[in-house]
């Protein structure tokens, strides 16, 4: 009935493992075995299980008492095991703590190696363009090497290379660096350049010298043609303080001859070089620098002219200067630069001058011979009183008889160094004011005279000595001086003649000693020596003077100023016809 109802079965076991859901998978089978048991089966199932309890347990018994080492090594190994799943475990955790350290750290290590591959990617492409980076490295060496031996163009190439490779790469430290020294090097180069601008060169290597400054562009338009005419200023300058400033003479003729040839030089290349742009360019047009320049040129010329002219003594180095002036104006005028016209006052004044200084010479010097003569007879000189006038306006020799008069001769002397150093160089403008100098010193001595006469005690003989001074003066030196200065302007001997009111006193003074009648003067002193006359010394019949002098006393002074007289006939300047 069991077996032919398998159906029923196998639901009513699908029934109770619903209704026993408790059961595990393990026991599902057995519990459906205890489903298709009869009821007299599921009675005896206790005893059976609880026999097979039994004698499973007894196996077990017997298994663990003939097995219990293993039992005993299984529990060690067990609690071995425990410990170390402990210590594993604790060790696990240290890990989980380090873990994120090791990821930090192999963070870092994939970084550090990156940038060692780049730095290695960098080596291999710098060894690779070694030569090239050599090269470029070297540039400053090269272009230093090329200005100190005036290889401006390569120089300048290379610059030109330098800027555009920093131009291009603006942040790299290399090409930065590189870019500043060679602006240091530029720099020099400039500094040479302008060195060069200063020293004496022509318009071929100015053209190329401002080329180059123009290829650096460093400067304007404007400052370029400022600098050009600096340093060219500075060279002129640097001429002129070579030359000898103690000589007035010799610096003044090398200071014209300088700007005669050198001034000229720097306007024409100014001019050729900075070529004005008719197109009215504000850059290409100076504002009227050149003109500035030239005209700071001329002043600072004719300033130095005026400092050093009083300086010449002598009037044929007036002359001379004045000539190369005024050819250097002229040839300066042929750059607009012709100067001729402002000349004449600086001469004038230099020529005024040393006239003035010459007159008060002669003036002084015969006022110290006048104050320091001795009033004796002289010798008289063989020519006669009239042959001054015999000898006509060609010769203005003066005359001989003057020597009787040391205190006349010096002045004479004196008046006729005037007149040579007047000669050469004698401007028409000053006719009158240097006869109006001249004038004075006439009126000088005569005022001499007068206050000599005044403060004076002479003797009886010393005072008809001193009459013949004063005649000899007023009727030999003064006409004679009318007629040197006639020499030097003609008809200019007519304005010191028309002065002869200056002689008045002179004239008076005569005029009241007319009780003392001044002897003749005769043809010569040696008559006497022949019979025929008595000696005349001075212009005067000396029997009865030398009688009342001591002639011890007479001798001792005819011997001093007979060296005296010697010394002044040495001293005599003839004025040239």
Not at 144 to 161: I, K, P, S, W
Not at 227 to 232: E, M, T, V
Not at 393 to 415: I, K, R, S, W, Y
């Amino acid at each position: 009935m069991e077996i032919g109802n398998p159906t029923a079965d196998e639901s009513s076991s699908a029934t109770m493992a619903e209704l026993l859901p408790l059961a595990s998978v393990s026991q599902q089978p057995y519990v459906s075995e205890l489903l298709s048991f009869t009821l007299d089966r599921l009675h005896k199932e206790p005893e059976l299980l609880r026999v097979d309890a039994e004698r499973i347990r007894r196996q077990m018994q017997e298994v663990a008492v003939n097995n219990y080492r293993s039992f005993i090594s299984a529990a060690d190994a067990l609690v071995s095991i425990r410990h170390e799943v402990s210590s594993i475990d604790k060790h696990l955790e240290s890990l989980i703590a380090e873990v994120p350290k090791l990821t930090s750290g192999c963070s870092e290590f994939i970084e550090s190696a990156e940038q060692i591959l780049e730095k290695r990617k960098m080596n291999q492409t710098l060894l690779a363009n070694h030569s090239t980076l050599l090269d470029l490295l070297e540039i400053p060496q090269l272009m230093d090497t090329c200005v100190r031996n005036g290889n401006y163009d390569e120089a300048l190439d290379l610059e030109a290379f330098v800027s555009k490779l920093s131009t291009m790469h603006p942040k790299l430290p290399v090409i930065q660096a590189l870019a500043a020294e060679v602006q240091e090097i530029t720099k020099s180069l400039l500094s040479q350049l302008l060195q060069k601008l200063r020293s004496n060169i022509q318009l071929p290597e100015c053209l190329r010298i401002i080329g180059y400054l123009r290829r650096i562009g460093v400067y304007s338009e404007y400052e370029m043609r400022l600098q050009f005419l600096r340093c060219r200023e500075s060279w002129l300058s640097g001429i002129l303080d070579d030359l000898d400033q103690r000589n007035a003479y010799e610096y003044l003729k090398g200071m014209v001859n300088c700007h005669r040839m050198h001034l000229f030089d720097v306007v024409n290349q100014y001019r050729a070089i900075f070529a004005d742009d008719t197109s009215g360019s504000e850059e290409n047009y100076d504002g009227g620098l050149l003109f500035s320049w030239a005209m700071h040129q001329i002043s600072s010329h004719l300033k130095t002219l005026k400092v050093m002219l009083p300086k010449i003594t002598e009037g044929g180095s007036l002359s001379n200067i004045l000539d190369q002036c005024m050819y250097c104006a002229m040839g300066l005028g042929w750059v607009g630069l012709d100067f001729r016209g402002l000349l004449p006052p600086l001469f004038e004044e230099a020529v005024l001058n040393l006239f003035s200084k010459n007159m008060n010479t002669a003036v002084e010097n015969f006022q110290l011979v006048l104050d320091s003569h001795r009033w004796v007879p002289l010798p008289a000189v063989g020519f006669s009183s009239n042959s001054f006038g015999e000898e006509g306006q060609e010769d203005v020799t003066p005359p001989p008889n003057l020597m009787e008069h040391p205190p006349l001769a010096v002045f004479v002397n004196g008046v006729s160094a005037a007149m040579n150093e007047l000669r050469p160089c004698a401007p028409i403008s000053l006719k009158h004011i240097l006869a109006q100098e001249l004038v004075k010193g006439l009126r000088t001595v005569s005022d001499s005279l007068l206050r000599y006469n005044t403060t004076r005690v002479l003797r009886e003989n010393e005072s008809v000595l001193f009459l013949s001074l004063c005649r000899a003066f007023v009727e030999v030196a003064y006409p004679h001086c009318a007629t040197c200065f006639g020499r030097c302007y003609p008809g200019g001997s007519s304005l010191i003649t028309d002065g002869n009111h200056v002689f008045e006193g002179l004239n008076r003074l005569l005029t009241t000693s007319s009780s003392r009648q001044l002897p003749k003067r005769v043809q010569s002193a040696e008559t006497k020596e022949n019979g025929d006359s008595p000696a005349v010394e001075n212009g005067v019949v000396v029997a009865d003077v030398n009688e009342a002098e001591n002639k011890n006393v007479v001798e001792e002074d005819n011997v001093n100023n007979t060296s005296s007289e010697t010394q002044n006939e040495e001293q005599t300047v003839n004025p040239k016809s």
